[in-house]
């Protein structure tokens, strides 16, 4: 098909004969189609000579129905538009049935359109949320090619369970009902289909270490998967998750190649996803209404994107951001629902948003963690109680990216691995890389839901992936 509703939209020369497919969104006083093709977040008019078309014809544009229409492309005579289409013939090429269609033109709440996801994407919001986020996972490929990275495939099946992320859940073959035992009386892997146990990936990080050691850099982009029982609205089981590695590179240039990324991603749908931007936008404004005042966003989802691509994330040591909460007033009056007492205390959501909401105002990254509440591959500082981490928390979403300086020596991670008991010889691929040409290197790992979620206003991360996997719901 040569047009699109997009391209017809912007093109100068009228009086063209033309022809489009695409879905009825609406069909009001038996003359005006309101025609859209996915292409963009805006209808073309499409103008029917109701007194020569049949009546039977007439009937069948409902809400819904897939329509092939030949006519003219002309100025429109009415507001709203610069063009429309007079149209000579309409083919309806799939009927839909008004009295059962789900997608009705009325507004209707995000939790009736996700037991509907199969056709939530028919609507405004949700084509703009997945345009968006095709278009950030182009911004995100374009940055790293653009700029030296080699895009990695790490593996989904993993036989490794070391990275401690979270819960995994297990591949097995083996009969559910009655596995085979071992001696010890212990479900026997080595009779399932790897001959080991096996699970779904929780990260590609361990590999994409080895592949910067030798590709010097490299980034993973794929699904993983993790079993915790967490219905919030920022977690999923399957998401999908950005992990660049880097050889060579420490913990500052880790947060400054972290932030020159997402200011890029921004920056790119800033320029090349206006119209979507526009519409979520008001889709925003118009929520705001309904709520409360001190609820309503201070900023527009334009300017929100607009000011963390035009101002400096504030690094902020995980020391400073425990005296800043240990003395802040919602601390002091307890009403965190975990209180800050100590150092080494694990912040929650509720701690990083206080810190990017109400005291810094704008992106901050945290590093220099305690060591016991990281992971064990995360470099130790001279300190030895502090680990070269990093978490870049954005405002209303909390923490958006995760990431270290990696342990590269090799006494000193074995050291951290036997104090948490994991294995040598399972990791044993992993101790060869301090073995071997051992390298600073570093990496980090942004959640591209949330990162849509950001981008696109929508509160629920549940709406910004096609079919969400949470606890107790793998529909579709
Ligand atoms: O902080 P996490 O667990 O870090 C890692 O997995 C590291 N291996 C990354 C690395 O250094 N290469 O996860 C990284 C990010 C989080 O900051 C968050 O944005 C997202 O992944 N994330 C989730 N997103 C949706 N649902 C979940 N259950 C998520 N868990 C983490
Ligand atoms: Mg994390």
């Known amino acids: 098909m040569k047009h699109t509703v997009a391209k017809l939209l912007s093109q100068s020369k009228k009086e063209t004969e033309i022809e489009i497919k695409g879905w009825v969104r609406t069909f009001r006083a038996n003359r005006f189609i309101a025609l859209n093709d996915g292409s963009t977040i805006n209808n073309i008019q499409c103008v029917i000579d109701f007194e020569n078309t049949d009546e039977s014809i007439l009937k069948r544009i409902t809400t819904g129905a897939a329509v092939h229409i030949k006519g003219i492309l002309v100025e429109s005579q009415g507001k709203g538009q610069t063009v429309e289409i007079q149209v000579a013939s309409i083919n309806i090429l799939g009927d839909s049935n008004p009295d059962d269609y ?91 289909f790897f001959g080991k146990e096996t699970n779904l990936t929780v990260s590609g990080q361990l590999e994409a270490e080895t592949y910067a050691m030798s590709l010097g850099k490299v980034y993973t982009f794929g699904p993983t998967f993790r079993a915790e029982n967490s219905n919030t609205s920022r977690h999923l089981s399957e998401f999908w998750m950005i992990e660049p590695e880097v050889a060579f590179m420490d913990l500052a240039g880790n947060m400054d190649l972290a932030e020159d990324f997402m200011k890029y991603v921004l920056n790119y749908v800033l320029e090349n996803n206006k119209e979507d931007l526009a519409f979520l936008e008001q889709r925003l404004i118009q929520e705001d209404k309904t709520k ?166 929508m509160s629920n991360i549940r709406d910004v992936i096609p079919y969400p996997r949470t606890p107790q719901n793998a529909e579709f």
């Open 102 to 192: 789900p997608i009705q033109p009325k507004k209707h709440t995000f939790e009736f359109l996700r037991e509907n996801a199969h056709l939530r994407i028919r609507t405004n919001t949700f084509s703009a949320v997945m345009r968006l986020r095709s278009a950030l996972s182009f911004a995100i490929h374009k940055y790293f090619n653009d700029n030296g990275f080699y895009y990695m495939h790490t593996p989904i099946i993993t036989g490794s369970d070391a990275e401690g992320a979270g819960e995994m859940f297990r591949v097995s073959l083996l009969d559910a009902k009655n596995p085979p035992l071992n001696d010890n009386g212990e479900v026997d892997y080595t009779q399932d």
């Open 292 to 457: 409360p005042q001190t609820e309503r966003n201070e900023m527009t989802l334009t300017e929100k994107l607009r000011f963390v691509v035009d101002n400096n994330f504030k690094r902020v040591s995980y020391t400073e951001a425990i005296d800043i909460l240990r003395n802040c007033k919602p601390n002091k009056k307890k009403k965190f629902k975990y209180i800050i007492e100590e150092w080494g205390a694990d912040l929650q959501s509720e701690h990083e948003r206080f810190l990017v909401e109400k005291h810094f105002k704008c992106p901050v990254i945290l590093f220099d963690y305690p060591a016991n509440i990281k992971a064990f591959y995360m470099r130790l500082n001279e300190d030895g109680k502090t680990v070269r981490a990093m978490d870049i928390l954005f405002p209303a979403i909390g923490e958006i990216v995760g990431g270290a300086q990696r342990e590269e020596r090799l006494d000193v991670l074995k050291g951290k691995m036997a104090a948490l008991d994991i294995s040598e010889e399972e990791l044993w691929w992993y101790l060869d890389l301090r073995k071997y040409g051992t390298a600073v290197h570093s990496g980090f790992g942004l959640g591209f839901e949330r990162l849509v979620m950001f981008v696109t206003g």
